[in-house]
């Protein structure tokens, strides 16, 4: 028995001969009714019979690369590489929903997901972030489409397990065909991260290592609050800077601390009312933050030739998600995984209750939880532990002594680690 559809034809036009760059195609336009929904257009065409077994490709509208050129996705890519492939073959049919941008959400939540992107986030933490479901389609339309053209079985043009479940699901028999770019893409973190949170089967080309000149070195200093970065990394700055120009990093950029969720967090956080997934929020802004960080200021002084001298680096990021319980190791590994390895890391161990006086001493303007006193020692085990894995270049230097002693063991370590890469 065929499984009903809830989307019902309401209306649709005769096939109209379209001619373009590709090819000759016959065009159709149909209304279609969801769940008693006022019906929404959507696009058939057709290459040759529609028969069974012919290639189908369902695509999703996407303004901003198909108009606009834009290469934050693969969509217009896709687009162009079934039209080939159905003009190559003399056969297929291509259905084609407006209603589909931005994986449903439309086109201004799109819009507004790309601003959350430009700060390090994939396409679904935007989505996330701005609190809009990441998959809102629905391919129902696609089968009744398929179905009204009589064709029972079908090679859909697809790398999302989605689509085959679901038209499966409406009894038509498919046998999948991947959509596999050939060179390295432009827009490859988006397809990696596709393959993560959304389970599309997808072959990429491996990727080279990501390299940079050998000089000038990388050096991010680390370590709980109150350890004595800020001092080090002036010390370390002024020897290095008698050799050459070094730039020292102290703060990220912190323009997410201005998003609704973080000063409320901030403030109310040491009172326990903020939920988990609100502290989780602001943690994935500030995740994005810190690759903002090395992406604006790090990697261009790089680029022009001056040493950099970081006080926060990643590692800092990892341990805040991990002390407060927020997230896994993988899950912070893909956030990161395209950043640079410092060339030397120093870790500066200092026992919590040393570091909450240190921070009491100077006033920070830290929330309670921030300067207590079992956070910071949560925070320092997981900076000895290393769980990200063990680098040869990341030292623990004792930061209780004098600081010109703590700065003698840092050059030393540092001029060392330089000089056997």
Same mark, same amino acid.
């Given at each position: ?19 373009? $760059? %590709? @090819? ?6 149909? *209304? ?7 019906? !929404?257009?959507? &696009? ?124 499966? $699901? %409406? @009894? ?6 991947? *959509? ?7 827009? !490859?973190?988006? &397809? ?125 990021? %990892? ?103």
């Amino acid at each position: 028995m065929t499984p009903m559809l809830q989307a019902q034809i309401v209306d649709h036009t005769p096939p109209v001969a379209l001619a373009n $760059g %590709y @090819g000759r195609f016959l065009l159709t336009s149909f *209304l279609i009714s969801e769940a008693r929904q006022p019906p !929404r257009t959507h &696009l058939a065409l057709v290459v040759g019979e529609p028969v069974d077994g012919v290639p189908i490709r369902i695509a999703s509208a996407c303004v901003t690369a198909e108009v606009f050129g834009c290469s934050r996705c693969d969509c217009g890519w896709q687009l162009d590489k079934a039209l080939r492939t159905m003009v190559a073959e003399d056969a297929g049919l291509l259905t084609y929903h407006p209603d589909h941008e931005g994986r449903g959400a439309g086109l201004h939540d799109k819009i507004r997901s790309y601003a959350v992107m430009d700060r390090g986030l994939t396409s679904s933490d935007a989505f996330d972030v701005l609190e809009i479901s990441r998959e809102q389609r629905s391919f129902a339309p696609a089968a009744a489409i398929v179905r009204h053209f009589g064709i029972a079985s079908v090679t859909l043009l697809t790398n999302n397990p989605l689509k085959v479940e679901a038209f499966r $699901g %409406y @009894g038509i028999d498919v046998r999948r065909r991947s *959509l596999a770019p050939t060179g390295e893409p432009g827009w !490859r973190q988006y &397809l990696e991260s596709k393959v993560v949170e959304f389970g599309h089967t997808l072959d990429l080309p491996p990727q080279p290592p990501r390299t940079r000149p050998q000089r000038p070195p990388l050096i991010a200093l680390c370590g709980i609050r109150g350890a004595g970065k800020t001092t080090q990394s002036r010390l370390l700055a002024q020897r290095m800077g008698s050799e050459r120009s070094v730039l020292s990093t102290k703060q990220s950029t912190d323009w997410y601390k201005e998003h609704p969720t973080v000063p409320g967090m901030r403030e109310h956080d040491s009172k326990g009312v903020i939920d988990s997934l609100a502290r989780a929020e602001a943690a994935l802004l500030g995740a994005a933050d810190r690759l903002r960080h090395i992406r604006e200021q790090v990697e261009p002084a790089l680029e022009r030739g001056q040493a950099v001298i970081s006080d926060h680096w990643l590692y800092s990021t %990892y341990v805040d998600f991990l002390a407060r319980g927020l997230a896994d190791l993988t899950w912070l590994e893909q956030i990161f995984g395209n950043a640079f390895e410092p060339d030397v890391t120093i870790c500066l161990d200092v026992p919590s209750t040393q570091a909450a006086a240190r921070i009491a001493w100077r006033a920070d303007s830290l929330t309670s939880a921030e300067a207590d006193p079992e956070f910071l020692e949560a925070a320092r085990r997981i900076y000895l532990a290393q769980p990200w894995g063990r680098r040869p270049s990341y030292f623990v230097v004792d930061g209780t002594r004098d600081a010109d002693v703590v700065a003698d063991d840092i050059a030393t370590l540092v001029d060392a680690t330089l000089e056997r890469s």
